[in-house]
């Protein structure tokens, strides 16, 4: 069966870490977030691009990312766990050099009786309410922690795609509060923290969706671009429908192009109906539901047969097409899936 072609420019990838980079002081370091395998594109591949343009710090949500992140890059580049030392992850972290960063005292513990000496940062919860210690535990561990020298201590916004909401700056003054004066770099802003300015910025940043091409980055280059094939037109007549439960009816004589592609490929069902496909810049409706692996397209108003239709690319951004399904950018470009042809253009590698 001939799949959908995903497109993955590690070029622009690059181009917007660089961007993204050139937004804070030349003292901040700026790491990359490459969780869930390089926000559905390839961590390996992604890692890569990225430490050959000079990132030197890689986060990943759990430790096995961080393995495959490992094996891409070798030796050297730092690796961070958010989830930090979860119970059973002690040898892989120690055997691909990890660093956990340690969300409650019970991690703390775990990791100075079982790999004392070796790196470990410091989460800390300002008002997410998710990962990380919040002030009071802080202030019971943190000359045991301190003692034990971290690499860093980090904590995360909540609110930062608004950049107006109050909660903001209240986690910027609780973080400051928590890590005043300590002497150990300290992290706070993802993309959309970065975006919000020097203030926010502290020694190192770790931008993650803006890098891939998303919102809130509202600079970033385009790094996907997926086309699916046709692989059926057939013609309507009035009062025939589509696909299951036959949500679509013809008002008209219609064309109806079928590709390959569907809610199991990460093209989510809530498009039904709502998104477009784009021929030559053209858009082309959704007909009916998503189905598992084939979407019908309303071609009626193309004056030649295509033979791919494209769903991502300079037509319809991962934002745009987030929005017709009501969702966000992370999901469409987390949720794209296994069965594309993958090719990384922008640095000569091939998946
Ligand atoms: C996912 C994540 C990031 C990156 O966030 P973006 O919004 O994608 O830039 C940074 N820090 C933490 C703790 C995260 O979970």
């Known amino acids: 069966m001939a799949t959908g072609k995903l497109h993955i420019d590690l070029g622009a990838l690059v181009r917007n870490w660089q961007a993204l980079d050139a937004q804070s002081a030349d003292s901040v370091e700026t790491a990359a977030v490459v969780k869930a395998d390089g926000y559905g594109l390839g961590a390996p591949q992604v890692a890569r691009a990225l430490a050959r343009a000079g990132a030197r710090r890689f986060f990943v949500a759990a430790a096995e990312e961080g393995a495959a992140v490992r094996q891409a890059l070798g030796p050297g580049p730092q690796i961070c766990v958010f989830s930090g030392h979860m119970a059973g992850d002690t040898d892989m972290i120690h055997d691909l050099d990890l660093v956990p960063m340690l969300n409650s005292l019970e991690q703390l513990t775990r990791h100075l009786e079982a790999l004392p000496g070796r790196p470990f940062g410091i989460q800390l919860d300002t008002g997410m309410n998710r990962l990380g210690m919040e002030p009071a535990e802080w202030g019971a561990v943190a000359e045991i922690a301190l003692g034990a020298g971290p690499e860093l201590i980090m904590s995360h916004l909540a609110c930062a795609d608004e950049p107006d909401h109050p909660q903001n700056q209240q986690q910027l003054d609780t973080f400051r509060a928590m890590t005043d004066g300590l002497n150990v770099p300290r992290s706070l802003a993802a993309t959309g923290g970065i975006l919000m300015g020097p203030d926010y910025h502290f020694d190192i940043t770790r931008p993650g969706v803006g890098m891939y091409g998303g919102a809130p980055f509202e600079d970033a280059s385009p790094v996907v671009n997926l086309s699916l094939p046709v692989i059926q037109i057939r ?64 071609i009626t108003h193309l004056s030649s047969a295509p033979k791919a239709l494209e769903i991502l690319g300079p037509d319809q951004t991962v934002d745009d097409l987030a929005n017709a399904a009501g969702t966000i950018g992370y999901e469409i470009l987390t949720s794209l899936g296994a069965r594309y042809a993958r090719q990384y253009n922008g640095t000569g590698q091939h998946a």
């Open 235 to 298: 013609e309507l007549e009035p009062g025939e429908t589509v696909g299951y439960s036959a949500t679509y009816t013809a008002q008209e004589p219609t064309v109806i192009a079928t590709v390959s592609g569907g809610y199991a490929d990460g093209l989510i069902r809530a498009m039904s109906g709502r998104g477009h496909l784009f021929f030559e810049g053209a858009p082309c409706p959704i007909a009916g539901r998503v189905s598992m692996d084939l979407i019908s397209v309303d």
